[in-house]
């Protein structure tokens, strides 16, 4: 017998001898957490993941690890283990709000849209932020090119939450996909009337005035969004095909040479390099 081991000791509701049981190890669980915490803002989402499961395994009451775990193995590219994680999570806290966020985020990555949308149609029922919830629901449906029901939701939003300018971009870009023109100018000025420097309203304008033949505008707002965020791929394609249509060859070619050079994993512009 080592010195570890416990003495079988005299029990005398069961007349017999019984070892006792040792003590439970002491785990730390705000130490645990923080060194998820710290793994996470390293952005070493692997470590983190497994930090996270740990905490799991510590306190599996605690809601939000499932959360973090799952965006994690999100994080890290593992989408079955994210989704498998924040499965045990939303089993025991079916209604927590970041749980069905995270949800929600990691069935759209795995281009799940049924099960997004039913995670944020959820979320709406129990989220505080209820306007980023009809964000998020709109921007799924917008991937999964309901542009009708899109745009009923986003309304929605609107009518409910009218100073939530990001549902009014969202409602405009929707307006870009389906092709109706007139209506995503009109939903674009109001934006760029209120919000002149933002390079998302910007590019969204300068889409719709383009495919309006309205091209002196639409250069001058692509060049805004340009200056804006002057690394943005979808910009320098877009400013292209402005100067294209301007019958500025030589320029488009230059403009597409610059940004295929510059983002060579791009295929939207590798693409419009060959076209031309």
């Not at 497994?50 to 690890?65: E, R």
């Not at 932020?129 to 921007?139: E, F, M, Q, V």
């Not at 986003?154 to 209506?183: D, H």
């Amino acid at each position: 017998m080592s010195d570890d081991d416990e003495l079988p000791l005299w029990d005398p509701a069961t007349n017999s001898f019984v070892t006792p049981a040792k003590p439970v190890a002491y785990v730390d669980i705000d130490a645990l957490i923080s060194e998820a915490k710290r793994l996470a803002a390293q952005r070493d989402w692997p470590a983190a993941a497994t930090a996270w499961g740990a905490v799991i395994d510590a306190a599996p009451s605690d809601a939000p690890a499932y959360a973090n775990a799952g965006e994690a193995w999100r994080n890290a590219g593992n989408l079955p283990e994210s989704r498998a994680i924040i499965a045990q999570g939303l089993d025991h806290f079916p209604t927590h709000a970041e749980l069905l966020t995270q949800a929600g985020h990691t069935a759209h990555r795995q281009r799940d849209w049924d099960s997004a949308l039913s995670h944020w149609e959820r979320l709406l029922t129990v989220a505080t932020d209820r306007p980023h919830a009809y964000y998020l629901l709109g921007n799924t449906l917008l991937a999964a090119n309901r542009l009708d029901h899109a745009e009923t939701r986003l309304l929605e939003c609107t009518e409910l939450f009218p100073t939530y300018r990001e549902a009014r971009i969202l409602l405009a870009w929707q307006a870009n996909r389906a092709r109706n023109w007139p209506t995503a100018l009109e939903r674009w000025a109001a934006l760029h009337t209120a919000l002149p420097a933002n390079d998302q309203i910007c590019t969204g304008y300068a889409e719709a005035l383009l495919a309006s033949n309205q091209l002196d505008l639409a250069r001058a707002m692509i060049e805004a969004a340009r200056a804006l965020r002057p690394k943005d791929p979808a910009n320098q394609l877009l400013e292209a095909k402005i100067a294209q249509a301007q019958g500025r060859h030589a320029e488009a070619l230059l403009l597409l040479e610059a940004a295929s050079a510059a983002f060579p994993q791009d295929g939207a512009l590798k693409a419009a390099l060959k076209a031309v």
